[in-house]
């Protein structure tokens, strides 16, 4: 079994993506001090673009990408050397050359937000936790006791 023979070879990016993207991507120096050898680049793009792309958690990631350590440490020094902002760029101008790209309008809608109470009461029942007891309550749902009540029972002067 070849190294992209595994369960993850579908989410790989593909050779020709590569050859256009990697040059974008910051150099790995071995370390002079010796200790282990770094993890081969297009290995860690394959990393990160998987856990983009199934929003598994770093931790979570197939082992063949690397640890979700490695991943996470790669993830976060491209950010900050904006390879991401790079390869947005690439990405633009080459559909542009392909399809051309409406400059005057563009619209992004990408949030996603966890509902504050779990969805309607009258709604499907919630996947969550079954445990009762436990749930974080919204401050505005919080009970108040009055001034100078002790253990829920309060004092009359």
């Known amino acids: 079994m ?3 023979d595994t369960k993850a070879a579908s989410w790989r990016i593909p050779d ?3 050859a256009r993207m990697g040059p974008l991507l910051p150099r790995i120096r071995q370390s002079k ?3 282990r050898p770094r ?3 297009r290995q860690i793009a394959d990393g990160i673009f998987y856990i983009l792309r199934t929003g598994c958690q770093w931790k979570a990631a197939p082992e063949e990408f690397g640890s979700g350590s490695t ?3 790669y993830f976060q020094e491209w950010e900050r050397r904006g390879v991401f ?5 690439l990405a633009l101008e080459e559909y542009e050359e392909l399809r051309g790209l409406e400059w005057t309008w563009q619209s992004l809608d990408g949030a996603m937000t966890k509902a504050p109470l779990g969805g309607e009461k009258d709604g499907a029942e919630s996947d969550g936790s079954r445990e009762k007891g436990h749930q974080t309550i919204p401050p505005y749902r919080r009970r108040r006791r ?12």
Do not use: E, I, T, Y
């Not at 902002?85 to 760029?89: A, G, M």
């Not at 009055?146 to 002067?157: D, E, I, L, P, Y």
């Open 2 to 4: 070849g190294k992209h």
């Open 16 to 18: 020709a993506l590569w």
């Open 33 to 35: 001090k010796g200790g």
């Open 39 to 41: 993890v081969d680049p």
């Open 71 to 73: 991943l996470h440490r």
């Open 85 to 89: 902002q790079k390869l947005w760029r």
């Open 146 to 157: 009055a001034r100078g009540a002790r253990n829920g029972r309060s004092q009359r002067a």
